[in-house]
């Protein structure tokens, strides 16, 4: 279906979206508006799949999404950004428009890479693949590319977006146990993370990431 390629073109566009924001309420935003494309497009795939197969468990994903990855996530990020001491520091290490070519690069480089799999040019859930796959390492390279512990944050859920869209685009909806799983490892991360978010801000009174190399002997 044609309004699948444009769902995951458009989640791969928030992905651009989020290594061209410099600030980190911006990057949480970002996330919002990418994880909320991804349950509009599991919840279509949950309408498809009641209608053919009289399945709801993709429906009840997509409603997770909306509760975990669309509210109670990112309140979680901005209450801990909200707590923890703000200074301007520069988070990126790397001028925003080189980010943008890096970005544009891993997308050719994943398109190139997965052409030599059979019938990637002949059915359209290979570009969704191919997005997909685009969007995980952008979020790998937004991990390495930011110095605040938000960022660092902020790049493991898009990786962990990009799985999940691949997966889903890959299969037509995973197994219901699998999803459980992931979303509960999920949010187990996130809460570890902000911990650590808090007890870097409160030994070196910034969140970049950059001063825990006062910890080497």
């Known amino acids: 279906m044609y309004c699948f390629d444009i769902l995951s073109l458009l989640i791969l566009l928030s992905s651009f979206a989020l290594m061209a924001n410099k600030k980190s309420k911006s990057y949480i935003k970002s996330f919002r508006i990418q994880s909320l494309l991804i349950a509009i497009a599991a919840g279509m795939m949950g309408i498809k799949t009641i209608i053919e197969e009289g399945r709801f468990d993709v429906m009840v994903v997509c409603l997770l999404i909306i509760i975990l990855k669309v509210i109670y996530i990112p309140n979680i990020l901005n209450k801990t950004y909200t707590k923890a001491k703000y200074q301007v520091e520069k988070d990126f290490i790397l001028n925003i428009p080189i980010l943008i070519l890096v970005c544009c690069g891993l997308v050719v480089f994943s398109y190139f890479s997965l052409s030599t799999i059979d019938g990637i040019n002949d059915g359209m859930i290979n570009v969704q693949v191919v997005n997909s796959i685009s969007v995980i390492l952008i979020g790998l390279f937004f991990m390495i590319s930011r110095r605040k512990a938000i960022g660092q944050i902020i790049g493991l859920l898009v990786i962990e977006n990009g799985l999940f869209v691949t ?50 002997g």
């Open 167 to 216: 997966a889903m685009f890959s299969t037509q909806g995973m197994p219901f146990i699998v999803d459980i799983g992931i979303f509960v490892d999920m949010l187990t991360a996130v809460m570890i993370l902000g911990i650590m978010v808090f007890k870097i801000n409160e030994e070196f009174e910034s969140i970049n990431i950059d001063k825990l190399n006062k910890l080497k």
